[in-house]
């Protein structure tokens, strides 16, 4: 199979069983993506995929086969932070930062799917992201200001 990860075509021999979320931290070394329940249920695992948000869990690696995979080392041009990477930065959005990465990636996808126009809205689109810490606030709070600097780009 070849997917392309991070803007960079991979051509991979990929077991059937694999997981996107196993091919991702364990053949490609890019341990952004955290291993959180394994089950789909706390989003600590969220990449994108085509540009849409995907628990890597739940995805098979062989059905990604063609498609373009993003994550989070993806979002930065290696200099300067993606919006949303800075405002959770500046909002102290995180505390343990171990659900940080796929906040940030639901974030993203949440903006660029429209879903970011009202606190309530922000909350509702990210339930699925689970803080165990419960850095909720700065998060919402991290979301609204990038939406509008990724808006405004």
Known sequence: MTI???GRALPLKV????SLLDLV???LALFGTKKGCDHGQCGACTVHV???RVASCLTLAAKVNGQNVTTIEGLSDG???HPMQQAFIDHDAL???YCTPGQIMAAVACVAEGHATSREQIREYMSGNICRCGA???IVTA???AASKMRAS
């Open 95 to 97: 505390q343990c930062g």
């Open 15 to 18: 077991d059937a069983r694999t």
């Open 4 to 6: 392309s990860v991070n």
């Open 136 to 138: 909720y606030v700065g």
């Open 50 to 52: 085509n540009g849409r």
């Open 25 to 27: 931290r364990d053949r």
């Open 143 to 145: 979301i609204e200001e």
């Open 79 to 81: 200099v300067t932070l």
